[in-house]
C-alpha cells in the first residue's frame, strides 16, 4: 500500500501562485509515474499534468500548460505543482495519484494510489 498526502492548498489571488507537493510513503517511489487531478464543484475530476518514473518525460493539459509545471524528487519521495498566473476557474480540489503501469498518464484508470486531495481557491 502507497500513501499519498498533498499540502500547499489555500486561498490565492488571481495571479499568484502556489506550489503543492505530494509525499509518498514507498520506498519504490521512483518507479511510479505521478499524475495531478482537479475536481471543481459540480465537475468531473480533470486531468492536470502527469510525470514519468525518471522526470525525463512530463505533460499537461492545455488549459494549464502555460502555467503550471510538474516535477519530482524521487530522493525526497516527492512530486510537486508549481501553479503560477492562477485564474478562479483553477479553483478545485487538487488529487495526487501514483500508478505502475501509466502509459499517456491522462487517465484515472491509470493510476493506483491517490492522496486525500487539497483545496486550491482563486479569488477574482
Known amino acids: 500500500q502507497v500513501q499519498l498526502v498533498e499540502s500547499g492548498g489555500g486561498l490565492v489571488q488571481a495571479g499568484g501562485s502556489l506550489r503543492l507537493s505530494c509525499a509518498a510513503s514507498?520506498?519504490?517511489?521512483?518507479?511510479?509515474?505521478m499524475g495531478w487531478f482537479r475536481q471543481a464543484p459540480g465537475k468531473e475530476r480533470e486531468f492536470v499534468a502527469t510525470?514519468?518514473?525518471?522526470?525525463?518525460?512530463?505533460y499537461a493539459t492545455d488549459s494549464v500548460k502555460d502555467r503550471f509545471t510538474i516535477s519530482r524528487s524521487n530522493a525526497k519521495n516527492t512530486v510537486y505543482l508549481q501553479m503560477d498566473r492562477l485564474k478562479p476557474e483553477d479553483t478545485a480540489v487538487y488529487y495526487c495519484?501514483?500508478?505502475?503501469?501509466?502509459?499517456?498518464?491522462?487517465?484515472?484508470?491509470?493510476?493506483?494510489?491517490w492522496g486525500q486531495g487539497t483545496q486550491v481557491t482563486v479569488s477574482s
Open positions: 514507498g520506498r519504490t517511489f521512483s518507479r511510479y509515474a
Open positions: 495519484a501514483a500508478g505502475s503501469s501509466v502509459r499517456t498518464g491522462q487517465a484515472d484508470s491509470e493510476y493506483d494510489y
Open positions: 510525470i514519468n518514473w525518471s522526470g525525463g518525460r512530463r
